[in-house]
Structures are given as C-alpha cells and as structure tokens.
C-alpha cells in the first residue's frame, strides 16, 4: 500500500505564491511516476503538471511558466511551486502516484485564490 499526505495549500491573492507538497509512505518502490491534479467545484478533475522516475515533466497549459513540479527522492517528497497564481487556479489538488497498474491518491489539499 502507499500513503500519501499533501500540504501546503491555504488562501492567497492573486499574483501570489504557494508551495504545495506530497510526502509518499508505504510500498513507494518502483513509482513509475507522480503528478499534481485539481478539481475545481462543478468541474472534472484535472492534470496540472506530472513527472516520471525519470525526471522528465509535463504540464497543463494553463499552469506552463506559473508552476514546477519536483521532487526529493531523499525525502519521497514531491512539490509544486506555484507562483503568479490567478483566481482560476482555485481548487482542490491532489496527489498522485503510479506505480505499475495502480494509480494512489492523497486526500486533497485546498488551494483558494482571491481576485
């Protein structure tokens, strides 16, 4: 089994920053890759940025310039930077691992931007 524990999130005005992290506990060997999604209320959970055990990263264009996604392997921990936030970013994110065919989830961190 793998946990996964998100913080970081809170309120803050637009053109603000925030740090978002996701610390993976359990079976975590083997993670194919980890990614940060978001759903914002009445609508679909979304991919905001994803990086493979690789390093390699890929993001959603409305965040591409705003946000980063990393990780510390040392500390199973990955991030997301987010900076020059806008009320659209507003919503829940939540963590995500995939290792083989199963796909983990963190239980949601709320992330609120004010104009």
């Known amino acids: 089994q793998v946990q996964l524990v998100e913080s970081g999130g809170g309120l803050v005005q637009a053109g603000g920053s925030l740090r978002l992290s996701c610390t993976a506990s359990g079976s975590i060997f083997g993670i194919d890759a980890m990614g940060w999604y978001r759903q914002a209320p009445g609508k679909q959970r979304e991919l905001v940025a994803r990086?493979?055990?690789?390093?390699?990263?890929n993001y959603a264009d409305s965040v591409k310039g705003r946000f980063t996604i990393s990780r510390d392997h040392a500390k199973n921990t990955m991030y997301l930077q987010m900076n020059n936030l806008k009320p659209e970013d507003t919503a829940v994110y939540y963590c995500?691992?995939?290792?083989?065919?199963?796909?983990?989830w963190g239980q949601g961190t709320q992330v609120t931007v004010s104009s």
């Open positions: 995500s691992l995939v290792r083989t065919v199963y796909t983990y």
């Open positions: 990086i493979t055990s690789g390093g390699s990263t």
